[in-house]
DNA sequence: ATTTATTATACCTTAAAGGGTATAAATATA
DNA sequence: TATATTTATACCCTTTAAGGTATAATAAAT
């Protein structure tokens, strides 16, 4: 599979390791499929924006540009 | 058109801008379609990502998870 | 006011995302 | 070790994103 975004992909499953959450878990509470769930953690690089966003608004979060430089993100305040 | 990230949207067009390039200039840049970065300037919400990034590829940066709060992004340190 | 350039809408086709389900692999637990 | 739990892979199906082209609507310029 074409992978990208590897910092989305760790950022995922890192939130949902922390809220103690399966993948099933975390597909029911966003509203997505299960597949889908999986394919983000694995950095699938064709996702839709739309379905992203439902599950990152679990976590406080939304999709948005940011500089390809600094190559740890997340570290921001949450 | 379901509309969401705002963001994205002016940031795009913003940068676009500051290029002084027209549509067509950035989808050819871009390679992508035109139709795509009209899509993108109005918000659609269900863009897929890489097309999305290989547009904000231009201009330095890829879409990332960003905290929900801060409604005033884009101004990081480009 | 009239071109000219730029942006927005509409229709059609193709390729693929996303969901469901089933199975396999890997990880954790007893 | 086995056994349960979680995660990964594979298949089919439906929906739709994305591109192309054409047309319409603005905006800019002369």
């Keep these: 599979m074409e992978k990208n975004n590897i910092t989305l992909s760790r950022f995922i499953k890192e939130k949902r390791k922390l809220a103690n959450l399966t993948q099933p ?7 997505v499929g299960l597949r889908f769930v999986r ?3 694995q950095g699938k690089a064709t996702l839709k924006m739309d379905k992203v966003n439902q599950v990152l608004k679990l976590f406080g979060h939304e999709l ?6 600094r ?3 997340f570290h921001e305040e949450s």
């Design 71 to 73: 190559k740890t993100l």
């Design 64 to 69: 948005g540009p940011v500089a390809m430089n």
């Design 39 to 41: 394919d983000m953690e």
């Design 25 to 31: 878990d975390l597909a029911d509470k966003a509203g």
